[in-house]
C-alpha cells in the first residue's frame, strides 16, 4: 500500500515542492484548497492529474483553515500517515495590517488542525511549518533552544501554533514535529517577499518595462536557503521514531542589500541606478537579524544545505528572465486543461 500524505498550503511555494517530492517517493498526496475567485493551482502544473485520467496520485480537495468542520472531514476520509500543515497566512508585512485574520489561520488554523487528529483517532504523524521569524529580537545564531521573542502578529501566531504541537505531543501523544525553517526562496517565491520582488524587478528592468524598485529596511540581515531542499527536511523529520523539532538554515546570511546588488550584477546592471527607498515597505517592528545553526538536523536527520546565497539568486534571476522572454514572445501558453483542477466544480 502506498503511504498517504495530506498537505495544507500545497498551493504554495513549499507545499507544491514538498508534493513532488513525496510523488516521487510513491505517496498517494492529497492537498487541501482553499477557495479563490481566480485558479490558485499554477504551481501544481507540473504535477496536475485531470481527475478523470489516470496519472500520479494527487488529490486535491476544498477546505480552509478557518472551517474547522471541513478540517475534521477531510482528515477522516483521507486517513493520511502523515500530514505536512503548512498552510498560512504567511506575509510579516501583511499581518500587521490583519493582526486577527493571521491569529486565527496561522496561529488557531494549527490547533483546528491538530483537533482535528485527535478527534478522528488518526495516528497521522503531523508537521508543523515553524519558522525563525519566532525567534525576532533574540540576537543570532538561533537554534531549537533560543528563546523565541517575535515581532509581529505573524511571528506571534506562529509561536502559538508552536507550541500548539508541542502541547499535543506531550497531552495526547500526537507525532507532531516543529520544522524551525529560516527564510527559503525559489522561482515559486511568492512575488511580494522580498527576494522574488527583486527578481522580478531585474527582469522587467532589463526588459525595458519598468524603470525603478521600491524597497524598505535593505539592512535586515536574511538566512536565505534553497526552498526544493528545505522540503526535504521536513520529509526527513516525520521520518525519525520519535517527534522532536529541528532548526533548517543556511548558518550563512546576508543584508537585503546584498541581495538586491547581487540580483542586479547577475544581468549586468547598477542596482543603484534603479533601486530607491519607500518608507511604507518598513514594518512596525522589524528583524534585523536571522542566521540559524541547523547542526541537530545534520547531526540526527543528515540533512545539509547545498545551495549557496550567490547560486540561489542566480538561480531566481535566470527564471524571472527566462519567464518575461517567454510571456513577450508569446512562447509561454498554461494550457487550458478544459477541465478544473477541482472535483464538483
Ligand atoms: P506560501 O507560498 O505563502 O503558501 C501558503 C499556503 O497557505 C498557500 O497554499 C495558501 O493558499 C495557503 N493558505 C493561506 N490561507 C489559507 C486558508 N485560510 N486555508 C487554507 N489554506 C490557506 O508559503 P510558503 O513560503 O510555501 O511557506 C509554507 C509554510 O511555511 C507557511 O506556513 C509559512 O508561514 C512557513 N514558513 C515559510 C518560510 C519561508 O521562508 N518560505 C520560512 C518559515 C516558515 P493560496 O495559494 O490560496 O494563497
Ligand atoms: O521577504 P520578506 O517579506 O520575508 P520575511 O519577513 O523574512 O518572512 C519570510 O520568512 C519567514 C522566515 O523567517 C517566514 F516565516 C515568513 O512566512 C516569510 O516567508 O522580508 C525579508 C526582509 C524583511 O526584513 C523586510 O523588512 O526584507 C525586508 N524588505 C525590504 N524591502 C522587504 C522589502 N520585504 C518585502 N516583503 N518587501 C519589500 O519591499
Given amino acids: 500500500m502506498p503511504r498517504t500524505a495530506l498537505i495544507s498550503g500545497i498551493t504554495g511555494q513549499d507545499g507544491s515542492y514538498l508534493a513532488e517530492l513525496l510523488l516521487n517517493k510513491g505517496y498517494?498526496?492529497?492537498?487541501?484548497?482553499?477557495?479563490?475567485?481566480?485558479?490558485?493551482?499554477?504551481?501544481?502544473?507540473?504535477?496536475?492529474?485531470?481527475?478523470?485520467?489516470?496519472?500520479?496520485?494527487?488529490?486535491?480537495?476544498?477546505?480552509?483553515?478557518?472551517?474547522?468542520s471541513s478540517l475534521g472531514n477531510l482528515i477522516r476520509a483521507v486517513q493520511p500517515d502523515e500530514i505536512y500543515h503548512l498552510g498560512a497566512q504567511s506575509h510579516v508585512k501583511v499581518s500587521f495590517d490583519l493582526p486577527e485574520y493571521t491569529a486565527d489561520v496561522t496561529g488557531v488554523g494549527t490547533v483546528r488542525m491538530?483537533?482535528?487528529?485527535?478527534?478522528?483517532?488518526?495516528r497521522a504523524r503531523f508537521y508543523q511549518a515553524s519558522s525563525s521569524e519566532m525567534?525576532?529580537?533574540?540576537?543570532?545564531?538561533?537554534?531549537?533552544?533560543?528563546?523565541?521573542?517575535?515581532?509581529?502578529?505573524?511571528?506571534?501566531?506562529?509561536?502559538?501554533?508552536?507550541?500548539?504541537?508541542?502541547?499535543?505531543?506531550?497531552?495526547?501523544?500526537v507525532y507532531a514535529v516543529n520544522g524551525i525553517l529560516f527564510n527559503h526562496e525559489s522561482p515559486r517565491r511568492g512575488e511580494t517577499?522580498?527576494?522574488?520582488?527583486?527578481?522580478?524587478?531585474?527582469?522587467?528592468?532589463?526588459?525595458?518595462?519598468?524603470?525603478?524598485?521600491?524597497?524598505?529596511?535593505?539592512?535586515?540581515?536574511?538566512?536565505?536557503?534553497?526552498?526544493?531542499?528545505?522540503?526535504?527536511?521536513?520529509?526527513?523529520?516525520?521520518?525519525?521514531?520519535?517527534?522532536?523539532d529541528y532548526v533548517v538554515a543556511?548558518?550563512?546570511?546576508?543584508?537585503?542589500?546584498?541581495?538586491?546588488?547581487?540580483?542586479?550584477?547577475?544581468?549586468?546592471?547598477?542596482?543603484?541606478?534603479?533601486?530607491?527607498?519607500?518608507?511604507?515597505?518598513?514594518?512596525?517592528?522589524?528583524?534585523?537579524?536571522?542566521?540559524?545553526?541547523?547542526?541537530?538536523?545534520?547531526?540526527?536527520?543528515?540533512?545539509?544545505?547545498?545551495t549557496c546565497f550567490q547560486d540561489l539568486v542566480q538561480i531566481m534571476v535566470d527564471s524571472d528572465v527566462k519567464l518575461l522572454d517567454d510571456e513577450l514572445s508569446g512562447r509561454l501558453v498554461r494550457a487550458d486543461r478544459g477541465r478544473s483542477y477541482m472535483p464538483g466544480d
Avoid at 491538530?114 to 488518526?122: K, Q, T, W
Avoid at 528563546?147 to 499535543?168: L, T
Avoid at 527582469?203 to 526544493?228: C, M, S, T
Wanted: charged share 25%.
Fill in 250 to 306: 543556511t548558518g550563512e546570511c546576508h543584508t537585503v542589500r546584498e541581495f538586491a546588488e547581487l540580483a542586479f550584477e547577475c544581468v549586468g546592471i547598477d542596482w543603484r541606478d534603479f533601486v530607491e527607498i519607500d518608507p511604507r515597505y518598513y514594518r512596525a517592528s522589524e528583524v534585523d537579524v536571522l542566521m540559524g545553526d541547523a547542526s541537530k538536523a545534520s547531526r540526527i536527520l543528515g540533512w545539509q544545505p547545498h
Fill in 135 to 173: 525567534f525576532g529580537s533574540t540576537p543570532p545564531p538561533q537554534n531549537e533552544g533560543t528563546p523565541f521573542h517575535p515581532r509581529s502578529p505573524y511571528g506571534v501566531s506562529k509561536v502559538f501554533a508552536y507550541w500548539a504541537a508541542v502541547n499535543y505531543r506531550e497531552a495526547y501523544d
Fill in 193 to 244: 517577499f522580498v527576494s522574488r520582488k527583486i527578481t522580478r524587478a531585474v527582469a522587467r528592468i532589463r526588459a525595458g518595462l519598468q524603470d525603478k524598485l521600491y524597497l524598505g529596511n535593505l539592512e535586515a540581515k536574511r538566512d536565505w536557503g534553497y526552498a526544493p531542499e528545505y522540503v526535504e527536511a521536513m520529509w526527513q523529520m516525520l521520518q525519525r521514531p520519535d517527534p522532536d
Fill in 114 to 122: 491538530l483537533e482535528a487528529i485527535r478527534a478522528s483517532g488518526a
Fill in 28 to 68: 498517494e498526496v492529497h492537498g487541501l484548497v482553499r477557495r479563490a475567485s481566480s485558479l490558485n493551482t499554477q504551481r501544481l502544473d507540473s504535477i496536475y492529474r485531470d481527475p478523470h485520467d489516470a496519472g500520479p496520485p494527487l488529490v486535491l480537495h476544498y477546505c480552509d483553515l478557518s472551517d474547522a
